[in-house]
């Protein structure tokens, strides 16, 4: 079975730092793998998704890669600012079935 | 309207009583899904339905019963349940693609709190 870790579980950084949230998976067999972001009680919001046979996808301050072949993604966040505080997940797409991981906090100091 | 909705987005009931949880989605697609969300813990996928069929009951407690009368809509039917069910429960849809697939991608509504006292 697919299992999804993000590290770290939680992060605090002052705002305008450049940061870097990690995604492992055991199971290299992927279709795709999306990254999300998650307010406080709300839902999950789509920020970037990389198919399988691309390396990277960038979106304004946000790039995201993959290296399949060893189950790693990064999310790297340029220019951190206090409304890029919430917890941000990575999932991981196996035929119409997603796994997904606990997430990692972020807080955004002004 | 946005692409999927969910009602009512918070929900207190007693151990005893019976209520539902509502998911509609206007993206067009074939596949939704149930998700559960506790605290520190990674989503847990519950039940998957295609073209209104269950194509995936994730070993779900029988105190939760799913309802899929066509694609657009879905439903989680709660009764009986225990305290440890209080989590933010998340519908999510997809289009489901068979053939040349090339990956998919889910969209989530902005899910139910559910708190069981």
């Known amino acids: 079975k697919q299992e999804v870790t993000q590290i770290p579980a939680a992060l605090s950084v002052p705002e305008g730092e450049n940061l870097v949230l990690n995604c492992s998976f055991t199971d290299s067999a992927i279709y795709n793998l999306q990254w999300f972001r998650q307010d406080p009680g709300k839902g999950l919001t789509s920020l970037l998704l990389?198919?399988?046979?691309?390396r990277e996808q960038t979106s304004g301050r946000l790039n995201a890669s993959l290296d399949k072949s060893s189950g790693r993604s990064t999310l790297y966040i340029a220019a951190s600012q206090p409304g890029d505080s919430a917890t941000y997940l990575c999932?991981?797409?196996?035929?119409?079935?997603?796994?997904f991981g606990s997430g990692t906090k972020l807080n955004v100091k002004p | 309207e946005t692409g999927v909705t969910q009602t009512p987005r918070h929900l207190v009931m007693g151990m005893t009583n019976k209520k539902s949880l509502k998911c509609e989605q206007h993206?067009?697609?074939?596949?939704m899904y149930w998700y559960k969300q506790s605290a520190k813990k990674p989503l847990e996928l519950m039940f998957v339905?295609?073209?209104?069929?269950?194509?995936e009951n994730n070993s779900v407690p029988s105190r939760f019963s799913p309802e899929c009368p066509n694609s657009s809509h879905l439903f989680l039917h709660l009764h009986t349940l225990q305290p440890e069910d209080s989590a933010l429960y998340l519908c999510?849809?997809?289009?489901?693609?068979?053939?040349?697939?090339?990956?998919?991608?889910?969209?989530f509504g902005e899910g139910s709190w559910l708190t069981v006292v």
């Open positions: 999932a991981v797409e196996d035929f119409n079935k997603f796994y």
């Open positions: 999510a849809s997809s289009q489901e693609k068979g053939g040349d697939y090339s990956g998919n991608t889910i969209y």
């Open positions: 993206l067009g697609h074939n596949a």
């Open positions: 339905y295609n073209f209104k069929e269950q194509t």
């Open positions: 990389i198919q399988s046979s691309q």
